[in-house]
């Protein structure tokens, strides 16, 4: 799969998503029982990978430092909606990434492509609220700090390519659906700042689930205006992944810097 066909995909699903989630209603909330409104989220991720890819029984390294991921053309979209009413929330996140190392052994030549797309609906409980009034992410007076679970299912495609030059191509392609949960802390000391840290794990070897995936990001949201937020922060992400055969697997840690733009609804 190119990295053309991938960028057309993020475009058409976040186009598609944000139509979605503009149709949605608003619910009114009594202040300080939580967020009532709904959050739109696009992140910008930027990262490097360290693991192993087998395709076709084939394992090779698969390998991107810095310097090479700035160089190239690996990079990952993340679209993310919330919306909640009371201490409940409901969340999509869209998650796709392109990433390909270039690497020689000997006078042969390997260019291994890994594709990969996350889709999650979950469901979100405000465990703990500590705030001076409204909404933590929507009242521009509201400070304190909040904490929240997470549980949902999350559907994982996985494309794999080879391209050994001189030799024969391989490629391979794995899809699965698998529970996941997790939860976030979020801390707002002023008006303009909102820190955040959030972890998930899933997949369990639960069926034909991963063996496991997780996510542990870290970010800081600044006020740009009365709807407008900037972020910047720093995701790691990994999969074990083995199809029934052994034929095809993913063992990945993918991590990086993003930046972000939320609106609010």
Known sequence: MKDTNVRWKILFSALISVLVFSFLPGN??????????????TYYWKPTTDGDVTVEGQTRTHSVDTQESLETSNF?????????NGRWG??????LIALEDESRFGGTEIDATLDTSMTEFSFLWRLVERTTGGSLMHDPSTTGWVMDLEGGVRHTRVDLELDIDP???AATS????????????LFRPSRKWILGLSMDAGGFGIGSASDLTWNLAGGADYRLGEEKWIQVGYRMMGIQFEDSSGQAGVDMRVMGPMAAIRLDF
């Open 28 to 41: 009114t909330m009594a202040a300080g029982t939580g967020d009532g409104d709904f959050f739109l989220t």
């Open 76 to 84: 990952g979209g993340i679209l993310k909606g919330e919306k909640w």
């Open 90 to 95: 409901f969340a999509f996140d869209l998650l």
């Open 167 to 169: 030799g024969a191509d």
């Open 174 to 185: 794995d899809n699965w659906v698998e529970p996941f949960a997790g939860g976030r802390v």
